[in-house]
């Protein structure tokens, strides 16, 4: 898993099985992997590229991620039936019918020597549906004792049951937007949100942001780094203050939004809000959060391996589920004419 916050990539080799009804799972092992200043400008950068140029990425990036899958499982003597991938995303714009993560299956197969299921966003827009977000399928499977899972990863999603069907849609910012503004000061991110929690609130700022369009859309909706580059950072470069208080303000924004859409989808009640993703290991964002949802939610944080690889294993449960031939796409949540089965299988080569 590679996500929107540039971190870098996660593997996670999971156990996943089903007994009666329920699905179960393990995290045997984990490791992160972080990009280089190179490869990070180049991903992030990627957005831009010439058609063939992209491509060229693709087949290194799919040979790279292939690399690093063989020594995470020769190192650890792993046995692995086989690899799910999620890529990286340089382009959604599912209004066009187009989403794309890179990483090429095939390069991915040959470099790692087994088989590999990606690509698991394409069919889904292929049948009118936003490709996103896919994790909810994880939060039904896996967490379905929480009345709210939030991810708060480069971009923040939500995800609930909703009458018999399950609802899910991108919030808006999260890490991204932080990250950015610490990578201009030479810093990979504010650790544990203490930079933040040095700064004060620019009241301009955050009724800029809280503004913008996107969080008025109905869903299902989602969004993407696109809409970050062109809608928020001309709010943040534009602001002249201190990364303290830009972080600290931009917090208080991400917390405002999803306290937003917790309190409209449950109404008078106490619930509970499982949070996984980077997100959840800033301190500071988590007492914020718990200040602006008050005292009806419960805030459920676990334990650091599962808050910080939760969306690889949901990528390791849509393979399995690929595998099988049961739906890993639900369109009540990404819009799509029909729940699908979705990812692409590749074997090496000369492989079974």
């Given at each position: 898993m590679s996500g929107t916050s540039l971190d870098g990539l996660d593997l996670a080799y999971c156990h996943i099985w089903k007994t009666a009804e329920s699905w179960t799972f393990s995290i045997e092992k984990t490791q992160s992997i972080s990009y280089t200043q190179e490869m990070r400008a180049q991903l992030k950068n990627s957005i831009h590229l010439a058609a063939e140029e992209l491509l060229c990425l693709n087949n290194w990036y799919g040979t790279w991620l292939g690399e690093q899958a063989k020594n995470f499982?020769?190192?650890?003597?792993?046995?692995?039936?086989?690899?799910?991938?999620?890529?990286?995303?340089?382009?959604h714009r599912p209004e066009k019918g187009l989403t794309y993560q890179i990483g090429s299956g095939q390069h991915l197969a040959n470099a790692s020597g087994h088989k590999v299921v990606c690509d698991f966003r394409t069919n889904d827009v292929a049948l009118g549906g936003q490709g996103a977000p896919l994790v909810p399928i994880g939060d039904r499977l896996f967490f379905s004792q929480y009345d709210?899972?939030?991810?708060l990863g480069g971009i923040?999603?939500?995800?609930?049951?909703?009458?018999q069907k399950r609802i899910a849609y991108d919030i808006g910012l999260a890490n991204m937007l932080l990250n950015h503004i610490t990578q201009k000061k030479g810093l990979a991110y504010d650790k544990g949100g203490e930079l933040a929690r040095k700064g004060t609130l620019n009241v301009k700022m955050v009724q800029?942001?809280?503004?913008?369009?996107y969080y008025s859309l109905p869903f299902p909706k989602s969004t993407g780094y696109e809409w970050f580059v062109e809608?928020?950072?001309?709010?943040?470069?534009?602001?002249?203050?201190?990364m303290e208080n830009l972080l600290h303000s931009c917090?208080?924004?991400?917390?405002?939004?999803?306290?937003?859409?917790?309190?409209?989808?449950?109404?008078?009640?106490k619930t509970s809000l499982f949070v996984a993703g980077g997100g959840a290991l800033n301190t500071f964002m988590m007492e914020i959060l718990q200040q602006k949802l008050g005292a009806t939610t419960t805030l459920v944080l676990t334990d650091p391996t599962l808050i910080e690889f939760k969306e690889a294993l949901?990528?390791?449960?849509?393979g399995v589920?690929?595998?099988?031939?049961?739906?890993?796409?639900?369109?009540?949540?990404t819009g799509a004419s029909r729940d699908s089965s979705s990812g692409v299988m590749f074997l090496p080569a000369g492989g079974h």
């Amino acid at each position: 898993m590679s996500g929107t916050s540039l971190d870098g990539l996660d593997l996670a080799y999971c156990h996943i099985w089903k007994t009666a009804e329920s699905w179960t799972f393990s995290i045997e092992k984990t490791q992160s992997i972080s990009y280089t200043q190179e490869m990070r400008a180049q991903l992030k950068n990627s957005i831009h590229l010439a058609a063939e140029e992209l491509l060229c990425l693709n087949n290194w990036y799919g040979t790279w991620l292939g690399e690093q899958a063989k020594n995470f499982i020769d190192s650890n003597g792993l046995e692995v039936h086989f690899i799910a991938s999620h890529g990286h995303t340089t382009h959604h714009r599912p209004e066009k019918g187009l989403t794309y993560q890179i990483g090429s299956g095939q390069h991915l197969a040959n470099a790692s020597g087994h088989k590999v299921v990606c690509d698991f966003r394409t069919n889904d827009v292929a049948l009118g549906g936003q490709g996103a977000p896919l994790v909810p399928i994880g939060d039904r499977l896996f967490f379905s004792q929480y009345d709210f899972c939030l991810n708060l990863g480069g971009i923040s999603n939500i995800s609930f049951e909703h009458g018999q069907k399950r609802i899910a849609y991108d919030i808006g910012l999260a890490n991204m937007l932080l990250n950015h503004i610490t990578q201009k000061k030479g810093l990979a991110y504010d650790k544990g949100g203490e930079l933040a929690r040095k700064g004060t609130l620019n009241v301009k700022m955050v009724q800029q942001l809280n503004a913008l369009e996107y969080y008025s859309l109905p869903f299902p909706k989602s969004t993407g780094y696109e809409w970050f580059v062109e809608k928020v950072v001309p709010i943040v470069d534009g602001t002249q203050d201190t990364m303290e208080n830009l972080l600290h303000s931009c917090v208080h924004h991400i917390c405002e939004q999803v306290a937003l859409q917790v309190k409209a989808n449950s109404p008078n009640k106490k619930t509970s809000l499982f949070v996984a993703g980077g997100g959840a290991l800033n301190t500071f964002m988590m007492e914020i959060l718990q200040q602006k949802l008050g005292a009806t939610t419960t805030l459920v944080l676990t334990d650091p391996t599962l808050i910080e690889f939760k969306e690889a294993l949901v990528f390791a449960l849509m393979g399995v589920l690929r595998l099988e031939g049961k739906n890993n796409v639900l369109s009540s949540v990404t819009g799509a004419s029909r729940d699908s089965s979705s990812g692409v299988m590749f074997l090496p080569a000369g492989g079974h």
